[in-house]
């Protein structure tokens, strides 16, 4: 456990933004104006080299100037050289967080790794939690606060991101944008030199805004107290990581045939199935499955209903169970009968639940509802959404629209996804059983009734079966990860 | 620097343990030997017999593996082989005996120290064929019986740990109990770097080593 506080890293009530000029090409001006843009409600103080003024915002020429107590945080955009100074100059000033975008620092040759060591003993003796150097920055919903050197912001939400790449920071704030499932907080760990990864999520793992934590790490420095710490935060938080550098340069050379076994990306996987790390093959899957977590209950079993308009999407579905933890349930003998009173007798009889076409107003909601609310399953996965809405869109973007019946039935088709997605949300939480939703329209066609109402409530839609199986697999390793343990 | 120790002597530290291995006993003449095997109920014909000593690395290479030796005049012969056979620079040498053990499927299971996370424990697809077929899963020692349990769990020949073949499925608890055991010995035990329990042999169900290979810190062996 760090002895630092991050509190006023994430929700600052005054900012320092230090190497601040009004040329828009340079990092401070830009994360001055991230910050203005992202709303940040705090105070805000620029400073440059000289007094002069950027964004309509006056810049201060020293640290001296900001207001005893005002700011808690500094962003340092600065040439390495002068930043002991400015860090100096804002402790005394208040400041007990710092985040260095400033580069100079280790990734620099031999006098960086000179300036990172004095950078963390000067942490220790001001007692200023350090993040960075050679970061991109910090992004904290709850405090409407993007302080970063690039783009983007993020939708408010329950995702808390630590990251070992910044690049992988903005990779999962595009998806966050483009799934609409939001995030609370975002870190660049940059060169670590004080806080690393276990420090934010050990953080996150505390934080009331926060309920799943999503990690990107490729180097692992104390193997051993990672694994400690990480696995107490699983046991409290689902804690999703992916890693990079995970395939093995090749066999090493060991005395021992375990030792010959031994990979990197073994021995990491193990370690995560240990500790209850919920490991993501890629940054993709790794954020979906964040962002299932977010907005959906675990699993409480392996038992998966899958509920779909047309055959060939559930085949697909439970082809992707295969290797999986997963298994379609038979259907119990109750939930059949009540679902073969719903449909006509073509429907399918079976584990996935294909409707066929045989669907009214109100079918969809009510097989998702009769197979979440069963105790004997564990999971919904409905395919089709937005078909009917696909439909309606040709028949909106053609020349016949509005006139012949086609407003009427537009507006009755695109009602109907909106129901479905909603309906799935609803459901879930009422029932504490997770519906995942997936149709290739969520990528395709965001516009689409169905994929667009779930991106509205910030629920999470997947782009097809085989990724929402996927989500839902790690999801239920971790449920069992717990449940085996007690949790 | 590390030295590994003989077959003899990893036997009795990982048997120590509760780790389940093939009955052996051991003697450092052939009279020696026969004594022993005959005062060993546990000890049956046919048996196995081979030439241990720390400096004796490739046992099969140099034919000091003795295989199907049916009844004592055979175990006789081949001990006064072994001993002949020995090196001056084999050092200290021993004969080991063991009941062969019959099973068509073969684990892998052994501690390695890492480099990033330290002492691990492995299970595997094993025998001759481990390094081919990759089919591993570690965990970080020590573990629980529930680490255990989820390490058979997570490989993914898990056909293999069914009933085949007419022999009977794995018993899971045996193999649990084998894996805690492992790890123990490399909680307890001084300066470990790895050990190779290769292969396992599942006899009638439960996993028999019937090798095992201890690789430890010099500083610690020299103690």
Redesign the interface.
């Known amino acids: 456990m760090t002895n630092y506080d991050l509190s006023t890293l994430f929700d600052p009530k005054g900012i320092i933004i230090t190497g601040v000029s009004n040329h828009p090409g340079k990092f401070g001006f830009v994360t001055l104006h991230n910050l203005l843009v992202s709303g940040y409600e705090g105070n805000i103080f620029p400073v440059g080299r000289e007094p002069s003024e950027a964004l309509g915002r006056p810049v201060l020429g020293s640290i001296d100037e900001v207001p005893d107590g005002a700011a808690d945080m500094i962003f340092i955009c600065t040439p390495q050289a002068i930043n002991e100074d400015l860090l100096r100059a804002a402790a005394a000033k208040g400041v007990t967080a710092a985040f260095f975008a400033a580069a100079g620092y280790r990734e620099a040759g031999p006098e960086g790794v000179e300036a990172e060591q004095r950078l963390v003993a000067l942490a220790d003796e001001l007692g200023v939690a350090v993040a960075g150097p050679n970061g991109q920055g910090v992004v904290s919903t709850p405090s409407k606060m993007c302080a970063q050197i690039v783009a983007p912001y993020a939708p408010a939400g329950r995702i808390a991101i630590a990251s070992q790449s910044g690049n992988f920071v903005s990779s999962f704030l595009n998806l966050s944008h483009h799934t609409g499932v939001g995030i609370s907080r975002a870190v660049a760990a940059g060169n670590a030199a004080v806080l690393g990864i276990a420090d934010y999520v050990e953080w996150f793992a505390d934080d009331p805004e926060t309920d799943v934590c999503l990690v990107y790490m490729e180097s692992?420095d104390n193997?051993?107290e990672m694994?400690d710490r990480l696995r107490a935060v699983a046991e409290r938080k689902p804690v999703v990581v992916v890693k990079g550098g995970a395939s093995d340069a090749g066999?090493r050379a060991?005395?021992?045939?375990?030792?010959?076994?031994?990979s990197?990306d073994?021995?990491?996987?193990?370690?995560c199935?240990?500790a209850g790390l919920i490991r993501a093959r890629d940054v993709e899957e790794a954020f979906e499955t964040a962002a299932t977590i977010a907005t959906q209950p675990l699993p409480k079993g392996d038992r998966v209903v899958v509920v779909t308009t047309v055959g060939g999407w559930g085949v697909a579905a439970v082809d992707a169970m295969a290797g999986s933890r997963l298994e379609a349930t038979p259907l119990p003998d109750d939930l059949y009968a009540a679902i073969d009173e719903k449909l006509p007798p073509r429907w399918s009889k079976n584990n996935p639940i294909d409707m066929a076409g045989g669907e009214t107003r109100d079918t969809v909601p009510e097989i998702m509802e009769l197979a979440a609310a069963h105790p004997d399953v564990d999971a919904v996965l409905f395919l089709g959404l937005g078909i009917q809405s696909n439909t309606a869109a040709m028949m909106r973007e053609g020349e016949f629209y509005p006139d012949h019946g086609l407003e009427r039935i537009v507006n009755f088709h695109e009602r109907q996804d909106a129901r479905y997605a909603e309906a799935a949300a609803e459901i879930s939480q009422r029932t504490g059983t997770p519906v995942l939703l997936a149709t290739e329209l969520a990528n395709a066609r965001p516009d689409n009734a169905g994929p667009a109402a779930a991106h509205a409530a910030g629920q999470m839609c997947h782009s097809s079966a085989g990724r929402a199986i996927r989500s839902l697999d790690l999801m239920a390793r971790y449920s069992n990860?717990r449940r085996?343990?007690g949790l | 620097m590390?030295i590994?120790l003989s077959e003899a002597e990893s036997r009795r530290v990982v048997a120590g343990h509760g780790v389940p291995v093939s009955p052996f006993v051991t003697g450092t003449s052939t009279d020696e030997v026969i004594a022993a095997a005959n005062a060993d109920s546990t000890v049956v014909y046919p048996v196995v017999a081979k030439l241990c000593g720390r400096a004796i690395a490739h046992k099969t290479e140099r034919g000091l593996v003795k295989l199907r030796l049916a009844d004592e005049a055979a175990l006789r012969s081949a001990c006064d082989d072994l001993f002949a056979a020995a090196r001056p620079d084999d050092g200290d040498v021993e004969v080991l005996v063991s009941t062969m053990v019959d099973g068509n499927r073969e684990l892998?299971a052994?501690?390695?120290d890492?480099p990033?996370?330290?002492l691990?424990i492995?299970l595997?697809v094993g025998g001759i064929l481990?390094?081919a077929i990759?089919d591993?899963?570690?965990?970080?020692v020590p573990?629980t019986e529930?680490?255990a349990?989820?390490?058979i769990d997570?490989l993914a020949t898990q056909r293999l740990l069914e009933e085949f073949r007419g022999e009977p499925a794995v018993d899971r608890q045996a193999l649990v109990e084998a894996l805690v055991a492992l790890a123990e010995v490399g909680e307890q035990e001084a300066g470990v770097?790895?050990?190779?329990l290769?292969p396992m042999i599942l006899v009638d169900g439960k996993p028999v080593a019937v090798d095992a290979?201890i690789?430890i810190d010099a500083a610690e062996a020299s103690r």
């Open positions: 692992v193997g051993r694994f066999a060991a005395a021992s045939h375990t030792g010959a076994l031994a990197d073994a021995v990491f996987d193990g370690m199935r240990q990860w085996s343990r | 590390s590994t892998i052994g501690l390695n890492d990033q996370f330290g691990t492995m595997g481990a390094e990759r591993v899963v570690f965990r970080l573990i529930v680490d349990g989820e390490m997570d770097r790895s050990i190779d290769n290979l690789e």
